[in-house]
């Protein structure tokens, strides 16, 4: 378990910028989505927006810190594990919530407002439990995280894309609608390119000590899962509102983490490694849950 504490995954200042464009664009994509009328039928139901807000950015960290309590990570692994907790839902939620037959819409939604008030909340409880399980602490003291360049560069990437999408369907309705489900597809492309490209130049050390994380991902996304479904469940919302509930809550943006953990901690391994195997396990669960869904 050591070894992984050791590790440095190298990403150079060219891939970082080429995450930070690629979210972007993923961002701006998702909001071609969205329309006026969204917002107001949703606002009619604030419940599930925040019953949302509550099982991603509160429930989820909380059972996170427990989580790792039980299982007693070496630091960088907590702190990985952490932070993904920590990150706004993924957009490829929404697309996994269509072929779930969930509340696309719900979803969509929820990805926006948890992406936007991600500025507060993801350094907020990165820091939070980073420094409250003691083995973290020491890394959070090296660090020293910035909480205005990590604001900086949250909205940078999502509020300004979400904003600009949001103009554009508008003054150009017809080719929003006609970009809308391609840029989907390529979004989903790209986001597989950010996990390979920060994994391309240390296949050793991933395929190493991927092992080590197996496990603790597996356990980690299905507590997300199925905690998000079950808060919709207390709350008596529909089965189609579960269903987002439970992707948005177990699908993160592993890609905002990849870029924290190489703007921030240096490709810290046991970081690195467990948020890049989150985004990809969260698709094959996400994707299985979905597939389940839909036939039933």
Known sequence: MEEIDQAIINFNKSGVTLINITLTFIMFGVALDLTIENFKSLLSEPKKILTGMFSQLILLPLLTFLLIIIFKPIPSVALGMILVASCPGGNISNFISSIAKGNVELSIM???????????????????????????????????????????????????????????????????????????????????????????????HFMELVGVVFILVFLHNALALSSGYLCGKV??????????????????????????????????????????????????SGFTIAYLWNKR
Request: charged share 10%.
């Open 110 to 204: 929820l990805t926006i407002v948890s992406s936007s008030i991600a500025i507060l909340f993801t350094p907020f409880n990165l820091s939070f439990y980073g420094n409250m399980y003691e083995p973290t602490q020491q890394i959070m003291r090296e660090v020293n995280l910035n909480w205005l360049e990590v604001t900086w560069t949250i909205a940078s990437i999502i509020i300004i894309p979400v904003f600009c999408g949001m103009v554009f369907k508008n003054k150009f309705p017809a080719l929003a609608a006609k970009l809308s489900k391609p840029m989907r597809i390529i979004s989903m492309a790209l986001f597989l390119l950010i996990v390979a490209g920060a994994l391309a130049s240390n296949y050793h």
């Open 235 to 284: 709350m008596g919302f529909p089965d189609r509102d579960r269903r987002s509930l439970a992707i948005e809550t177990g699908i993160q943006n592993s890609g905002l983490g990849l870029l924290l953990i190489f703007s921030y901690f240096d490709g810290l391994g046991g970081m690195a490694i467990v948020t890049a195997w989150w985004g990809v396990w969260h698709i094959v």
